[in-house]
RNA sequence: GGGCUCGUGGCCUAGAUUGGACAAGGCACUGGCCUUCUAAGCCAGGGAUCGCGGGUUCAAAUCCCGCCGAGCCCGCCA
């Protein structure tokens, strides 16, 4: 089957080829999305008006009766456009019958064998997640669905920071202060060690030095306190993968920070840059030229120690062994040092690949996210109250169901709602958090996807379709246009990863459902006589699979009912 | 002060990579639709000088310049 960006790119050659035999010029081609109801693709004739002096109607005439398409079931000139109608119904009885015949695995893409490592979210195991930086695992376990499907081998990585000074505090407050803390969830728990060793640090400067010790013991490759740490960072690192498991985000692999120090790689970092590195006061640096301006970048304190973006190149040199392509999900105040890392980086190996997502902070009305200011929404809150939301809305209108089937469906509409609401706004967009637009379960949200998969589960529980589909039994608009929207899913998956931009995905899943709900009030199919109502649960039995794969990719549960 | 990003109806978002046909959805608001496959839905309606000012073009939300406003960054922190 020709995909749509195939059949695009036929348009696109066959005008160029027309206009050079006819009119004998060569001329950039532009195919664009017309408005509803001016067909699929278009080809603007200003160019060629202008050029040519003519009437665009004579023009485009001459065009259409040069030109042969397949897959093309109209072309017309309207105005200044050549309007190009796709024959998405012969198109559809192929798509629906691979469903038929393949399910859900006819929407997967060839296996590219390409490695990618894919690092996201990488909070610091000193506290629960916070939702000013809850976009991070969410887009990021949402790309590296999409690269799967897209037939990538992906490894998602979590790189956990137990080197630095935040780490050092808080395990220096876990083994030193006694409280009695009232807390079953690990990263919560530990979060008053935390803030109360940073208290008595500021009052004490020999606790300061206590503190500094651990990360000197650390740094210096100390294995026995490199894994005591490990223990009770292990221990807050646990409670946020909790945390992540409800809104099905897991990793393949976790990165301890110390493995590089113990692994070696960070002395062999500065080995590979000894002709590079620069001495300034006891403290090392070299230079990367970034958006024409020279920036210094230490790698050495004049201690002795590495820095973070030290370890960071390591970290990145690991990884590009260990994969073809990277990817890194940032907040975007590490845009800088993401620029910089990738000049130093490529020092040493010249073709490596980086690209990196930036997303900006989820901020509060009242200004930007601060534990210490106790400004904060908890990630644990956030899902909470959705699933509390969730099974308010359940109650509603379901009075059939027990206690765990509740609590089993609030579950899964509470986290996918938060997921969604995340995922649909593009990344780079500021975001101000709201709970009434977070809990929103209405218009374009997850709730409303999951009703329209539920609806398309229960017309088939009810009665199964037999596998046969013809274009010629589609009688509604309603019908042709959800065909369409079906037929548009690969592309938009392929785009989408290109891109690594998951909230088109998120757009398109609201186009799909809304175009089912269209055709579920438009079209009645179990009331149908025989050969109508196949065909109509043949595009329900589609639209069910495609949705099913839709919100699997974005990481939502799909019940057969909610 | 310098750099990066963002600014679209009352509120939120798409459209910007490739300039094109009346700027598209959602929330909220007004009115209609459950004896028919789940009303978390569907239908209809009002509501936008696309931050402001210039420029390029037959054509600008989209490209260029300037300004204003918001966020982020400018450590021998992470």
């Not at 894994?227 to 646990?238: A, F, P, T």
Request: with cysteine; glycine share 6%; aromatic share 10%.
């Amino acid at each position: 089957m020709p995909s749509i960006e195939i059949i695009k790119e036929n348009i696109k050659n066959a005008i160029k080829n027309a206009v050079r035999e006819k009119y004998s010029i060569d001329i950039k081609i532009n195919i664009e999305k017309p408005p509803e109801g001016y067909g699929d693709f278009s080809y603007p004739l200003f160019d060629l008006v202008k050029f040519l002096r003519r009437d665009p109607a004579d023009i485009g005439r001459e065009i259409i009766d040069s030109i042969r398409l397949e897959n093309i079931e109209k072309m017309e000139v309207s105005g200044n456009y050549l309007n190009f109608y796709v024959d998405y119904l012969s198109l559809s009885e192929e798509f629906i019958r691979n469903i038929w015949e393949r399910g859900s695995e006819a929407l997967n893409f060839e296996k590219k064998n390409i490695r990618v490592i894919l690092e996201h979210t990488s909070a610091n195991p000193t506290g629960p997640l916070h939702v000013g930086r809850g976009r991070n695992p969410i887009i990021g376990d949402t790309i590296g669905r999409i690269l799967r499907k897209c037939g990538y081998d992906v490894e998602t990585h979590y790189y956990v920071n137990d080197a630095g000074r935040q780490s050092a505090i808080l395990v220096y407050g876990y083994k030193n202060i006694k409280l009695d803390v009232n807390e079953k969830k690990l990263d919560h728990m530990l979060v008053p060690y935390y803030q109360k060793a940073n208290e008595l640090m500021e009052k004490n400067p020999d606790i300061a030095k206590e503190v500094e010790k651990i990360m000197m013991d650390v740094e210096g490759g100390n294995e026995k306190i490199i894994m005591e740490n490990r223990e009770i960072l292990g221990k807050v690192l646990d409670g946020i993968r909790e945390t992540l498991s409800r809104i099905n985000v897991r990793f393949d692999k976790f990165y301890w920070e110390t493995e590089l120090i113990l692994n070696g790689s960070v002395k062999r970092v500065l080995e590979l840059l000894k002709d590079e590195i620069k001495e300034e006061e006891g403290a090392y640096y070299i230079e990367v030229e970034v958006r024409g301006k020279k920036e210094k970048v230490f790698l050495i304190r004049k201690d002795g120690t590495s820095l973070y973006f030290t370890r960071d190149i390591a970290y990145h040199l690991v990884k590009s062994e260990m994969g073809d392509e990277l990817i890194d999900v940032l907040g975007e105040d590490h845009k800088p040092h993401a620029e910089m890392l990738l000049q130093v980086l490529k020092k040493i190996k010249k073709d490596i690949s980086i690209r990196t997502v930036f997303y900006s902070f989820v901020s509060l009305p009242e200004g930007r996210m601060s534990t210490r200011r106790g400004r904060v929404v908890y990630l644990d809150d956030l899902i909470d109250e959705a699933v509390d939301k969730a099974r308010e809305e359940i109650i509603k209108r379901r009075s059939d169901l027990k206690e765990e089937e509740i609590s089993s469906l609030a579950e899964k509409i509470g986290t996918g709602a938060v997921r969604f609401n995340i995922l649909k706004i593009q990344s780079e967009k500021k975001l101000v958090f709201k709970w009434e637009e977070a809990l929103n379960f209405e218009g374009d949200s997850s709730p409303f996807l999951q009703y329209s998969y539920a609806r398309a589960s229960s017309i088939l529980r009810k009665e199964s379709w037999k596998g046969n589909f013809s274009r010629n039994l589609l009688r509604d608009p309603s019908e042709i246009s959800l065909v369409k929207n079906l037929l548009n899913y690969q592309e938009i998956i392929l785009d989408s990863a290109r891109e690594l931009r998951p909230y088109k995905v998120a757009k398109y899943a609201v186009d799909l459902a809304s175009s089912f709900n269209i055709f579920y009030s438009q079209c009645p199919v179990l009331r149908e006589s025989e050969d109508i109502k196949q065909n109509r649960l043949g595009l329900v039995y589609a639209f069910r699979i495609v949705m099913g794969d839709l919100l699997e990719t974005m990481g939502i549960e799909h019940p057969e009912e909610i």
